[in-house]
């Protein structure tokens, strides 16, 4: 619980230091970015329910699917990997590009739809199908992204732009947990607790480096002027 706890006060950090640097720094990319942060604070917060369900305001709950927070996990997970495939999208110039990551955006929503509706687990377990292919889709996004980042000049002033912040924090964060979030469904603390320790560490890490790096990006971009600034928001 304490770690919970921990990175929920990274969160929070990351949201204020994203709203700050946010009117200094106008833009409807930053604008969406922040309000994801505020989003994912506010989901991580409300998911704590599932840890008090035995206290009494609670109780109507158990026995229910809403028993354990996974669907929402699962809703928020699905809203993440729509939002960073279109982050990405919104710094790309190449039409074609824009197009593929259009495509993505419709299949990633098509194939979660589907895992909701026939294979089940929306509210037992991780949408395994779901992480792989919004990890995937994520990665690729970020790799546009790269591509045209190395064929501008704005790689001259690579260290005060944002969205390359957010990609390294988002690429870092995707790898780094889908496979643990897959194979935890599989696991207990009664079937393999060390698995289980690990789990939490690892997430707990992989999550502190995640804001740690959005902190940073909003410290150091705000020190000059956005190098994107000069694009259409869109």
């Known amino acids: 619980m304490t770690l919970g706890l921990i990175i929920n006060l990274f969160e929070f ?37 599932a840890y008090f369900i035995n206290a009494d305001f609670l109780s ?27 982050y990405f999208k919104w710094y790309l110039i190449k039409k074609k590009s824009i197009n593929i990551l259009n495509l993505f955006l419709g299949l990633f929503l098509i194939v979660s739809i589907i ?12 949408m395994p199908i779901s992480n792989v292919v919004g990890t995937l889709l994520v990665v690729i996004s970020i790799a546009f992204y790269y591509l045209e980042l190395l064929k501008s000049d704005q790689i001259l002033m ?18 780094c947990t889908t496979p643990i979030f897959i194979y935890s469904v599989y696991y207990s603390n009664s079937i393999d607790p060390s698995f ?25 971009c705000s020190q000059t002027k956005n190098p994107y600034s000069i694009k259409k928001n869109f």
């Open 60 to 86: 109507f709950l158990k026995g229910t699917v809403f028993q354990k927070n996974y669907w929402l996990s699962n809703s928020y997970g699905i809203i993440s990997y729509l939002f960073y495939i279109s």
């Open 196 to 220: 289980v320790n690990l789990y939490r560490h690892i997430i707990f890490g992989i999550n502190i480096l995640l804001y740690s790096i959005y902190i940073a990006g909003f410290l150091i």
């Open 158 to 175: 690579i260290q005060y732009s944002l969205p390359f912040y957010v990609s390294v924090g988002a690429l870092l964060f995707h790898l």
């Open 13 to 49: 950090l990351a949201f204020v230091f994203g709203v700050v640097y946010y009117l200094k720094n106008k833009s409807k990319q930053t604008f969406y970015f922040v309000l994801f942060l505020g989003i994912t604070l506010y989901s991580e917060l409300i998911s704590w329910y």
């Open 115 to 126: 895992e909701i509706l026939f294979i089940g687990g929306f509210y037992e377990r991780i």
